[in-house]
């Protein structure tokens, strides 16, 4: 029993937070991560009303914020009622870059359609989002 007791007391040291500050941490911090990425100029867009029938093209842009080029890797619409376009090319630190998406305006009403993109310099899908109302084309 009291090498149980002794094995329960070695085993709680073992994983406790005393040894958290024993472990060597990197000088990189968090902001910096934070700050090596891209900005978007806007995450979400309102284009209004937009005519039934006629595709309507969003753009989202964005600048290049890191020290290295970014290359767009994967731009996926919400639905089959978008396609979606981006820079082909690497973006230069310091550049801007842009993705497209082009709604076909079908059915008639409120709308909220979203697109991920993956760049290289996230892997994590950013979510871009655009909303309006499809009115009846005159």
């Not at 801007?96 to 697109?115: C, R």
């Amino acid at each position: 029993m009291k090498k149980l007791r002794i094995s329960a007391f070695v085993a709680v040291l073992a994983f406790s937070p005393f040894y958290a500050d024993v472990l060597p941490v990197e000088g990189a911090s968090v902001v910096k991560i934070i700050a090596d990425q891209i900005k978007w100029a806007s995450e979400s867009i309102d284009v209004g009303n937009i005519p039934q029938g006629k595709p309507k093209i969003i753009r989202f842009e964005f600048t290049n914020t890191t020290s290295k080029p970014v290359i767009i890797e994967n731009v996926a619409p919400s639905c089959g009622c978008t396609k979606a376009g981006h820079t082909e090319t690497p973006i230069q630190p310091g550049k801007k870059g842009f993705v497209e998406a082009s709604f076909n305006a079908a059915s008639l009403g409120p709308f909220m359609k979203t697109v991920s993109v993956t760049t290289s310099d996230s892997k994590t899908p950013k979510s871009l989002a655009f909303k309006g109302v499809v009115v009846a084309s005159n």
